[in-house]
């Protein structure tokens, strides 16, 4: 079992200024599942810590990310594909690469759970047999 981490609950976790730290910190700190971090997360997870935080954090991050306290899964051609057929099909809600990716990952895995603090985008997102992941923390 995993837990696949979207950026807003990672960025969250990470910084200590954020509203939503304290929540984050703790349902990544007591899970004991594998913590899961879709590549593309990655370049979001920069952004916003570069610019909200400070380099080292990010380097801190990365510094975990490298000893294995998470596990980075790749967006291969096939999770590309998948995500972009999923913006496709869910079109009207404006849904970006990175969280189209995120679901795909979670379907790639067979993980009905998500941790994300975006409820509009993945609140309305479904598998392909018609089900919606279980969003985390609650």
């Known amino acids: 079992m995993a ?21 984050c910190a703790a349902l990544i700190a007591r899970s004991e599942e594998t913590l899961v971090v879709p590549s593309p997360v990655l370049v979001e997870l920069d952004y916003w810590l570069r610019k909200n935080a400070t380099i080292d954090v990010w380097l801190a991050f990365a510094d975990d990310l490298h000893s294995g306290a998470y596990t980075l899964w790749p967006a291969d051609a096939s999770i590309v594909l998948a995500a972009a057929h999923l913006q496709s099909r869910f079109a009207d809600q ?18 009905r759970k998500i941790a994300t603090l975006d409820r509009r985008h993945f609140g309305v997102l479904r598998t392909g047999d018609g089900r919606a992941l279980d969003l985390l923390p609650s």
Request: one cysteine or more; hydrophobic letters at 45%; glycine letters at 8%.
């Open 3 to 23: 837990l696949v981490l979207d950026t807003g609950v990672l960025y969250a976790a990470l910084d200590e200024s954020d509203a939503d730290h304290d929540r």
């Open 94 to 111: 404006d849904l970006g690469f990175v969280d189209a990716a995120v679901f795909c990952s979670c379907e790639a895995l067979g993980e």
